[in-house]
C-alpha cells in the first residue's frame, strides 16, 4: 500500500500530538539538561520522536529522518525534519504553547509541512504550490490595512544574541508603529504569521527542526520567508525573519540597520 506524504504526516502528528497533551495535564514526566539551563529535554520529547520516527521508517524506510532528540545530527537534503516538542520549556513550565511538528523537504526545497498544536486541537499543514491550511480551512497573511502590525520573537539560548535582539526592539520601538509578542515556540509563531495572527517573526539562532515544517506553510500562506538579513531563507543557516509583504521593506530595512 503506497503512502501520502502528507496524510501520514498528520497522522502521526496527531498520535504523538495526544501522547503530549496527556503528559502535559497529568505532568507525569521527567526532565534533563541538554547544554544550558534553559535548554532541557523531557522523556516524553524522547517518546514523542520514537512514536513518529517508527511510524515514518514503516511507511517510507527510503527517507532518511532528522530528529531533534537524535544523538548525532547528519544534515541531508532529502528528509523529514521532526521536532517531538517545539517549546519544551513551555511544556515543563506548563505554558501553553507547545507543538509536534513535521517537514519533509527534498533538493532543499520544502515540500510538505504540518505543525500540530495539541492543546487547541490545531492543526496548520501544507503542500508545496497547493496552499496552506488551519483544521481544513485555507489561511493567509493579513492585509493590515487597519491595524497595527504585531511582530513576536525569541530570545533563544545565546546570552550574545540578546542585545542584538534588544537593539532590534529599541529600533522597531522608535517607529511607534508595531506591537510585540514572546511565545517560546517558533514553529506556532512562524504559522500564526500564515495564518495573520501574527504580522512577523524572527529569531536569529533557531535549529532545522524548528522551522523546517512552519516555513513552508508561511510561505504557502503568502508570508515573505528570508535570513535575518533578508536574503534567501537557508534551512540550516539558523536565523529566519518572515512577514506579511505588506510590512516586508520597512521591517527588514531596521533588520538591515543592525550589525
Given at each position: 500500500?503506497?503512502?501520502?506524504?502528507?496524510?501520514?504526516?498528520?497522522?502521526?502528528?496527531?498520535?504523538?500530538?495526544?501522547?503530549?497533551?496527556?503528559?502535559?495535564?497529568?505532568?507525569?514526566?521527567?526532565?534533563?539538561?541538554?547544554?544550558?539551563?534553559?535548554?532541557?529535554?523531557?522523556?516524553?520529547?524522547?517518546?514523542?520522536?520514537?512514536?513518529?520516527?517508527?511510524?515514518?521508517?514503516?511507511?517510507?524506510?527510503?527517507?532518511?529522518?532528522?530528529?531533534e532528540?537524535?544523538?548525532q545530527?547528519?544534515?541531508n537534503?532529502?528528509?523529514?525534519?521532526?521536532?517531538?516538542?517545539?517549546?519544551?520549556?513551555?511544556?515543563?513550565?506548563?505554558?501553553p504553547?507547545?507543538?509536534?511538528?513535521?517537514?519533509y523537504?527534498?533538493?532543499?526545497?520544502?515540500?510538505?509541512?504540518?505543525?500540530?498544536?495539541?492543546?487547541?486541537?490545531?492543526?496548520?499543514?501544507?503542500r508545496?504550490?497547493?496552499?496552506?491550511?488551519?483544521?481544513?480551512?485555507?489561511?493567509?497573511?493579513?492585509?493590515?490595512?487597519?491595524?497595527?502590525?504585531?511582530?513576536?520573537?525569541?530570545w533563544?539560548h545565546?546570552?550574545?544574541?540578546?542585545?542584538?535582539?534588544i537593539?532590534?526592539?529599541?529600533?522597531?520601538?522608535k517607529?511607534?508603529?508595531?506591537?510585540?509578542?514572546?511565545?517560546?515556540c517558533?514553529?506556532?509563531?512562524?504559522?500564526?504569521?500564515?495564518?495573520?495572527i501574527?504580522?512577523?517573526?524572527?529569531?536569529?539562532?533557531l535549529?532545522?527542526?524548528?522551522?523546517a515544517?512552519?516555513?513552508?506553510?508561511?510561505?504557502?500562506?503568502?508570508?515573505i520567508?528570508?535570513?535575518?538579513?533578508?536574503?534567501?531563507?537557508?534551512?540550516?543557516?539558523?536565523?529566519?525573519?518572515?512577514?506579511?509583504?505588506?510590512?516586508?521593506?520597512?521591517?527588514q530595512?531596521?533588520?538591515?540597520s543592525?550589525?
Amino acid at each position: 500500500m503506497k503512502h501520502d506524504i502528507l496524510e501520514s504526516m498528520i497522522s502521526i502528528s496527531l498520535r504523538a500530538g495526544s501522547l503530549v497533551q496527556h503528559h502535559y495535564q497529568s505532568r507525569e514526566f521527567g526532565v534533563s539538561i541538554k547544554k544550558d539551563k534553559h535548554d532541557l529535554v523531557t522523556d516524553i520529547d524522547r517518546e514523542s520522536q520514537r512514536i513518529i520516527k517508527e511510524e515514518l521508517q514503516k511507511r517510507f524506510p527510503d527517507i532518511p529522518i532528522i530528529g531533534e532528540e537524535d544523538n548525532q545530527i547528519i544534515k541531508n537534503e532529502h528528509a523529514f525534519i521532526i521536532d517531538p516538542i517545539d517549546g519544551t520549556l513551555n511544556f515543563v513550565k506548563q505554558i501553553p504553547f507547545f507543538t509536534i511538528s513535521i517537514g519533509y523537504w527534498k533538493k532543499n526545497h520544502p515540500v510538505c509541512g504540518v505543525v500540530y498544536d495539541p492543546l487547541r486541537n490545531d492543526l496548520f499543514y501544507a503542500r508545496k504550490d497547493q496552499g496552506a491550511y488551519q483544521n481544513g480551512k485555507e489561511i493567509s497573511v493579513l492585509s493590515l490595512e487597519n491595524n497595527r502590525p504585531i511582530l513576536a520573537s525569541d530570545w533563544g539560548h545565546e546570552p550574545k544574541l540578546y542585545q542584538k535582539n534588544i537593539n532590534i526592539l529599541q529600533k522597531l520601538m522608535k517607529v511607534d508603529r508595531y506591537l510585540f509578542r514572546f511565545l517560546g515556540c517558533a514553529s506556532l509563531a512562524i504559522c500564526y504569521v500564515g495564518a495573520g495572527i501574527l504580522d512577523g517573526y524572527w529569531h536569529y539562532q533557531l535549529s532545522p527542526w524548528d522551522m523546517a515544517a512552519a516555513v513552508l506553510i508561511a510561505q504557502e500562506a503568502g508570508a515573505i520567508v528570508t535570513n535575518i538579513k533578508g536574503e534567501q531563507f537557508d534551512l540550516w543557516g539558523k536565523s529566519i525573519l518572515t512577514t506579511s509583504p505588506a510590512i516586508k521593506k520597512d521591517v527588514q530595512k531596521v533588520f538591515a540597520s543592525i550589525d
